[in-house]
Each structure stands twice: as structure tokens, then as C-alpha cells.
């Protein structure tokens, strides 16, 4: 299912469900999967040059914006390109007040569901690696950016007004701004224009024309929807300005984007589980037939070899050096007893099956060993705590009688809550099944 769309520009909330957006002042409430845009309120962004090494450049732009009065205390300073040549670096920044930064995260943790998180900015880096030269318009203000090769620039402007001709004298200023920029933005000449937010009344034709008359360059307009709110009648790209970007760009901790990546293919995964488990189930049939059908071969043979022995009984010869020619099928006999004495591997998958319904996934299911050595691996259910999961889960199977001993699970340990169990039926409850 496609995730819903969410976006906070200029402190207001935007929701995009049943194709639809609705406006509001408060943060909406998480339902299921779902994409979050966000200005954090406003937080400046730009490009900034610093000599310093590439691992120093996020606290050096931090003095920085303080120094030069663009925000109040510290920041979380967002770096979405660095470009390090000759001993400094390059960088496309946004500078996130921390007040902001940990608002917006307390919030998503207080919620059911998980929104993975994007800047604006981080966006426009994404379409402009795809197109080159990028502008977005937010209201009453524009953002331009270039980012080619060795070539990165950002520019943005604010119309005092929604007045056209303030608008116009914004979009003047930020074309005067980026100045030789341009000039260098022509060698591919398009840019791609993005109503993020925009009052649906306003001549987009206009600002565009103007915008091509000046540069010289192509304006390509991103297809936009039309929404009612309390405040106007709006357009928005939202939908084309998101769509390049993925789970990996996002600002959410790692272990929430694989978390939301899990739940965006819960189906996929429980139909590739199931294709598993009927694979296992078919195998352990195969099994079971293999082994009743070795189990009747050696009693027709035990039967045979009774039968000789009967006959040679009261000879001269002894019973060992007549049998001795016999000796390899003995053996043979000997192993196919013991395979079929193996273990159950139906009644293993059965437990742990009963042992997992209320606490855990089980991903896999593996014989090590012929002496009925048995490998579990598994997640706890999304809405189970690790520790309940698990206690549960061991509690059950050592109730169905088998000794539980924890195993390395490899490189799924970098899985949140990933498990790796060896199951040996206990002792006391050999041939209980």
C-alpha cells in the first residue's frame, strides 16, 4: 500500500489521504505507513565553505549560522552534500534549532505508527542529482538549487508579500543572486519547478515565463493538485517532489527505517514464510515416508537374516563365519535402523510452531544433526517487548520438553530482536513421541 503523505511547512500541517489534503494547525495522528515533509519550522539552509576536514564541517557550520544571529542556541546541523577538494569543504546544509529537531522526534515516538522523516532540502538534492537545476516555491518564498559534478549551489528568496509584483521581485532577486551560477546551469537547460505550496490562484505561467526569459533555460512544471483549506484554496507538487526519495534518506534512526521497510512488504514477507513453511512441511513428509519405508525394508531383512540363522543352526560351521560374507549388508541394515530412529522432524515443527503463536516469527527451521539437533531462528511479533517474547516463547519449549541452548545467529544479528536458538529433545523425553 502506498504510504500517506504528510507535510509541516511554515508551522501548519498538510495531510494527504483518500487523494484528498486537509490543512491543520495541531500534528495529525499516525495511521500506518506514512511519509513526513518537513521545514522544521522554517530552519535555514544553504551552502557553506569551511577549511576544515570533512568529519568537522557539521560543527563548524554550526558556529557559524550562531555567529551570524540565523539561530537562537544550539543546532543539529543537517549535512545533505559535501564536496572536500584542497583542504576545505563544500557543504548544503540545513540548521535545525534543537528545540525543533527533538519536538518533532518526541512526537513520533509517542505514536502507534512509524513516519519516516525527509527535509526539504534532502528532496531537492535528490531531484536536482536527477535533473540538475531544481526550484521550489513555498509560499511567498523560492529555493533554487544546482548540484552537478563539482558544481552545488542553493539560492532562496521571500516575497514580502503574495502580491504578484513582490513575487516577482523575489524571484528577480534570487535569479540576480545566483548569478554566474546560472550561466553554469545552462549547459543542461531545463529546470524543474516545483509548487511545494502555492495559492491556487496565482499565475504560475507568469512566474515561470519570467523565470525563462531571464535565464534563458526551459521551465519544466511538476504536475500539481488543487486543495481547500481554511486559510485558501492551495496547489501542490508534493507528490513528484517525494517520490524519488527512499527509507534510506530519511531522518528517523536506522532501526525505524527497517522497521518501516519490514511493514511497507508484511506481505510479501508472510507469503515468502509461507512458501517456506510448505516447504519445510513437504520436506519433513518426504521424511517420514523415507523413513517408514527403510523401517519395512529392515524387518523383511531381519526376517531374512533369522530365517538363515535358522537354517545353519546345528551346523558345523559357526554362525560368525558363515555371516561374515554378510557383513556389509549387516551394516547397511545397522544404519537403516538407526535413520529410522531418528528424530520426529513433524512433531519438532509442530512445537515450535505451538511454542511461537503468541510470542514470536519463526523465520527458519534447520536439522544440524542426525542425533536431532534442531536450529530456530525468528523475530518477536511487532507488537510483543523483546524480553516477554522471548521468556515465552523458551518457557514453551521447554514445556514440550527440549533443552534450549542460545547459538550465534550470524549476520542477522544486525535484525532488531533477530534470534537464534538449538533445540534437543531433553533426555527424559526421548521417544515420548
Known sequence: MKPALIMSLEGVWYSFRDNAWQASPERPVLSGSCHILTD?????????????????????????????????????????RLIYAGGSCRVLYSAVPVANWNAIFAWLEGESSIGLTYSIEACMLKLA???GAVLCRTGRQ??????????????????????????????????????????????????????????????VSHLTSLYSQRTGMKVVTAPAKRFDSAAGSFRTAAESF??????????NPLSERIVAVVDHFRV???????????????????????????????????????????????????????LAGHAPTIAF?????????????????????????????????????REGVFRVDGMPLND?????????????????????????????SQLPGFFSYSLRRSTDNDGAR
Do not use: C
Open 242 to 251: 517525494t517520490k524519488p526519495m527512499s527509507w534510506r534518506n530519511a531522518l
Open 142 to 203: 523560492f529555493r533554487f538549487l544546482l548540484s552537478r559534478s563539482e558544481v552545488l549551489s542553493y539560492v532562496t528568496t521571500t516575497a514580502f508579500s503574495d502580491d504578484p509584483d513582490d513575487l516577482d521581485i523575489a524571484l528577480n532577486s534570487l535569479i540576480d543572486n545566483a548569478g554566474s551560477k546560472l550561466l553554469s546551469a545552462n549547459e543542461q537547460p531545463h529546470v524543474y519547478w516545483y509548487d511545494l505550496l502555492a495559492p491556487d490562484g496565482d499565475d
Open 40 to 80: 522544521f519550522d522554517g530552519a535555514p539552509s544553504g551552502v557553506a565553505t569551511v577549511d576544515t576536514k570533512p568529519e568537522f564541517a557539521p560543527s563548524m557550520i554550526e558556529k557559524k549560522v550562531r555567529s551570524e544571529g540565523l539561530v537562537d542556541g544550539e543546532s543539529h546541523i543537517l549535512v545533505h
Open 268 to 322: 510479501l514477507i508472510a507469503a515468502a514464510v509461507a512458501l517456506i513453511g510448505l516447504g519445510l512441511f513437504s520436506v519433513a513428509a518426504a521424511w517420514t515416508s523415507q523413513a517408514m519405508q527403510i523401517q519395512a525394508h529392515a524387518d523383511r531383512l531381519n526376517q531374512e537374516t533369522s530365517a538363515i540363522a535358522g537354517r545353519i543352526a546345528g551346523q558345523d560351521v559357526p554362525p560368525r563365519q558363515l
Open 333 to 369: 541394515i545397522d544404519n537403516l535402523a538407526r535413520a529410522a530412529s531418528g528424530p520426529d522432524p513433524i512433531a519438532v515443527l509442530a512445537d515450535v510452531h505451538q511454542s511461537a503463536e503468541k510470542y514470536v516469527r519463526v523465520m527458519r527451521v534447520q536439522l544440524l544433526s
Open 129 to 131: 542529482q536527477r535533473h
Open 384 to 412: 510483543t517487548e523483546m524480553d516477554v517474547a522471548l521468556s515465552g516463547f523458551l518457557a514453551a519449549l521447554k514445556a514440550h520438553g527440549y533443552q534450549v541452548n542460545a547459538v550465534d545467529p550470524g549476520n542477522q
